[in-house]
C-alpha cells in the first residue's frame, strides 16, 4: 500500500512538470525509485545550481561537462547530500561552480548516485553565480600558511623522493619563490623527511631572498634514523619568522605515544610579538586514503582532540593539515563535534586545495570558538596543484597540494572579573602539560607499576623540564609540592636543582631565572621517594611565572632523577588590601547591617569597614 502511494506521489510530480521545471530534490525522488542502473521513460525539466565541477570538457565545439546539481549553492557531490550528477551534459555556454542551470534529460539510478541520461543532455544556462570577494586581498595582522610539500625529502635518492640533486634543488626554489610571496608569519608543512636538516635548509632558502634572515626553523627533535626501505619516514614541522612571532614551550606531537603519528602531528604555541597575544597552532598529516585507513584516520582525529586540550599552551587554537577527509566524513565530524569549526569553507564553500578525481577540499583549517571570533579571512592559494587548476603550469607546481592561508586579528584576552585559586596537578600519568629543553631527554618511564618523569645522561648534560606558565600577579601565596628520588649523583644540590621565574620569554637561556631550595634530597643511593614542599617567595610571582628542574650530568657521573606528582598551588590575594583602596566617592552609600559598617560603591560593590570585598 506504501508503495501505492509512492507512485502517486511521483506521478503527481511528474504531471506538475509540464507546467513548471523539477527541483533537485524532485528529481532525487522519482531517481531512488528507480533499480540499479533503472531509467525513466520520461525526460524532465530540472533546474539547480552548478556546484562540483568534476569533469569540464568545454570548448568552442561544445564538448561535454559532468557536474553535479542542487537547490542551494553549496559544495554537494553525491546524491546522499542532495545532489545530481548531470552526466557529460551538454551546456550552451562554459559553466563555473555557483551558476543556476536548466537540465532536459531522463533520469538513471547507479547504485546511490541518480544521474541524468544519455550523453550530452541539453544543458541551458540561465544565472550567473555570484562573484566571490577576492579573499586573498583581506588582511590580519598575523598570517598562517600551511601546506603539504609531497614527499620533499632532503635524502632525495629516497623511495618516495626519486629526485637528482638538480630536481631537488628546483623544487626547493618552487617552494620558495610561492612562500615568498604569501609572506606568513608561521608556515606548518607536512609530507617532510623525518630530519632536522630539511626545515633548516628550507629556512636557509628563504633567508637568501629576504635581507634580515627572518626565518626559523621550530626544533622539534625528530631525526629518523635513514633508510631507503622506510617508505614512511615523514614529518611536520614549522617556520616562522622571528621579528613577528617567537614559539613558547616546545613542539609536542599531537598523539599519545611514540610512533609514526607523533612525527605527522605537532602541537607548537606561538606568540605574537607586537601584541603579547598567543595561539596554538596544530599541524597534521592523517593517514593516507591509499590502501584505505578509514579506521586509522578515525584515530588521529580522536587522538588529537584528546591531546590538544592537554599540550595546548594557549586555549586559541588553530588546526591544519591534510586530514586526508573531505567534509561530511567521519574525522571530520569527529573534530566538529570537539567544538572547531572548518574556516576555508565558511569563506568559500566551493574552495578545493588537491587534485584527484577532480578538485576536493581535504587540506582544513579548524579553530575552536575564541580562535573563530580572531580569523578574519581563510582561503586556499592555487599556485601548484596544476592538475585541476588550469592557471597553475606544471611547470611552476612543485606539490600536488596547494598552500592555504589565515589571517587572523589576535584580540586582547579579558582579564577575568574575579581572581581564581590555582590547583594544578601534573606528572601522575605523563608528560602532558610539561615541555622540555636540551641534550639530556626527559622521558616518562614505568618501573614495577611506578610511573615518574626521569632523566639520565651521563657524560656532561644538561635537560630541563618546565611546567606551563602561570599568571601569579593577583595572588597572595603559593606553595609547589612533589616526589623524587635520585641515585649516582655526585652533589644533588648542585646537579638536581629547581628554579622559577616570572617573565618566562619562550626558552630556558632567554630567561631569567632563581633558584629554589629543594629539601630534602634522598640518600643517592636507593629508589625510595622523598617528598618534597616549596613555598614559592612572591618576589617571583609574575605574569609568566614557569618552574623549571634542572638536570646536569658531569663527566664522571651517571645521575638519574625520577620525579612525580607535582602539584602548583597559589592562593588569591584578598582585594582591595586596605580601605585606602576603596575610599567612598560622593554617592557612595554606608549602611549598617548585623552591627558591622557596610560601604557601597555606584558600581554595586560592597565592602566591609577593612577594606574587605563582600559581594
Not at 135 to 163: H, M, P, W
Not at 367 to 380: D, L
Not at 561 to 578: F, G, S, V
Not at 588 to 607: F, H, M, V
Request: hydrophobic content about 35%; overall charge negative; aromatic content about 10%.
Amino acid at each position: 500500500m506504501r508503495r501505492f502511494w509512492i507512485i502517486v506521489l511521483i506521478l503527481g510530480i511528474v504531471s506538475a512538470t509540464y507546467a513548471q521545471a523539477l527541483t533537485v530534490a524532485q528529481a532525487l525522488a522519482i531517481g531512488n525509485e528507480l533499480e540499479h542502473e533503472g531509467v525513466t521513460s520520461e525526460s524532465y525539466t530540472i533546474e539547480g545550481y552548478v556546484n562540483v565541477i568534476t569533469d569540464n570538457q568545454y570548448s568552442s565545439s561544445y564538448n561535454n561537462m559532468t557536474f553535479w546539481i542542487a537547490d542551494t549553492r553549496g559544495t554537494k557531490s553525491s546524491s546522499a547530500n542532495g545532489a545530481l550528477q548531470v552526466y557529460r551534459g551538454r551546456p550552451n555556454q562554459e559553466l563555473v561552480e555557483g551558476d543556476k542551470v536548466r537540465v532536459v534529460a531522463k533520469l538513471k539510478k547507479y547504485y546511490s548516485t541518480i544521474e541524468t541520461t544519455p550523453y550530452n543532455v541539453p544543458v541551458t544556462w540561465l544565472e550567473s553565480a555570484p562573484e566571490k570577494p577576492v579573499l586573498d586581498t583581506i588582511k590580519g595582522s598575523l598570517r598562517v600558511c600551511a601546506q603539504n610539500l609531497e614527499n620533499y625529502y632532503f635524502n632525495f635518492n629516497s623511495g618516495r623522493g626519486n629526485y637528482t640533486q638538480e630536481e631537488f634543488d628546483a623544487k626547493t626554489q618552487k617552494i620558495v619563490n610561492a612562500m615568498i610571496k604569501i609572506d606568513a608569519d608561521i608556515f606548518a608543512f607536512c609530507e617532510l623527511e623525518a630530519q632536522p636538516i630539511i626545515l633548516e635548509q628550507l629556512a636557509d632558502s628563504m633567508n637568501k631572498r629576504v635581507p634580515d634572515n627572518r626565518y626559523v626553523s621550530v626544533s622539534d627533535g625528530i631525526a629518523v634514523e635513514w633508510s631507503e626501505e622506510a617508505d614512511y619516514n615523514l614529518k611536520s614541522g614549522f617556520i616562522y619568522r622571528k621579528d613577528k612571532v617567537k614559539t613558547i614551550g616546545s613542539s609536542f606531537p599531537g598523539t599519545p605515544g611514540n610512533g609514526y603519528y607523533s612525527h605527522t602531528m605537532r602541537i607548537q604555541t606561538f606568540e605574537e610579538l607586537a601584541s603579547g597575544e598567543r595561539l596554538t597552532v596544530s599541524m597534521n598529516h592523517f593517514k593516507s586514503k591509499i590502501g584505505g585507513g578509514d579506521d586509522q584516520r578515525i584515530t588521529n582525529a580522536n587522538n588529537l582532540v584528546e591531546q590538544l586540550p592537554l599540550k595546548a599552551l594557549d586555549d586559541d587554537i588553530l588546526i591544519l593539515g591534510d586530514l586526508n577527509c573531505e567534509y561530511g566524513e567521519e574525522p571530520i565530524t569527529i573534530i566538529q563535534n570537539a567544538g572547531y569549526e572548518e574556516q576555508i569553507l565558511r569563506y568559500d564553500s566551493s574552495a578545493f586545495s588537491h587534485c584527484y578525481g577532480g578538485g576536493e577540499l581535504i587540506d582544513h583549517v579548524f579553530a575552536n570558538e575564541s580562535m573563530r571570533e580572531q580569523i578574519v579571512c581563510a582561503y586556499v592559494k592555487h599556485v601548484s596543484a596544476y592538475a585541476c587548476n588550469p592557471k597553475v603550469s606544471e611547470e611552476e607546481s612543485y606539490a600536488d597540494h596547494d598552500p592555504y592561508v589565515v589571517e587572523i586579528n589576535l584580540a586582547k584576552s579579558e582579564v577575568p572579573d574575579e581572581c581564581q585559586d590555582l590547583d594544578k596537578t601534573y606528572l601522575t600519568a605523563n608528560l602532558s602539560g610539561m615541555t622540555t629543553e636540551g641534550d639530556a631527554a626527559w622521558i616518562w618511564d614505568t618501573y614495577n607499576g611506578d610511573s615518574y618523569a626521569k632523566v639520565c645522561k651521563p657524560g656532561g648534560y644538561t635537560g630541563y623540564l618546565m611546567t606551563p606558565e602561570f599568571d601569579l600577579t593577583r595572588m597572595k601565596s603559593a606553595s609547589l609540592s612533589f616526589k623524587h628520588a635520585h641515585k649516582f649523583a655526585g652533589t644533588p644540590s648542585q646537579e638536581l636543582t629547581l628554579w622559577v621565574t616570572s617573565n618566562y620569554q619562550g626558552s630556558f637561556a632567554d630567561s631569567e631565572w632563581q633558584q629554589l631550595t629543594i629539601s630534602p634530597y634522598t640518600s643517592n643511593s636507593s629508589w625510595t621517594f622523598a617528598d618534597v614542599s616549596i613555598n614559592v617567595p612572591t618576589s617571583t610571582f609574575g605574569p609568566r611565572t614557569v618552574f623549571a628542574f634542572k638536570y646536569m650530568s658531569t663527566a664522571s657521573n651517571y645521575a638519574t632523577w625520577e620525579i612525580k606528582n607535582l602539584n602548583i598551588k597559589a592562593q588569591c590575594a584578598d582585594t582591595p588590601t586596605d580601605i585606602d583602596s576603596v575610599q567612598p566617592e560622593q554617592c557612595a552609600i554606608k549602611t549598617i547591617e548585623n552591627g558591622q559598617l557596610i560601604i557601597t560603591l555606584p558600581d554595586g560593590s560592597r565592602y566591609n569597614v577593612i577594606g574587605i570585598r563582600i559581594r
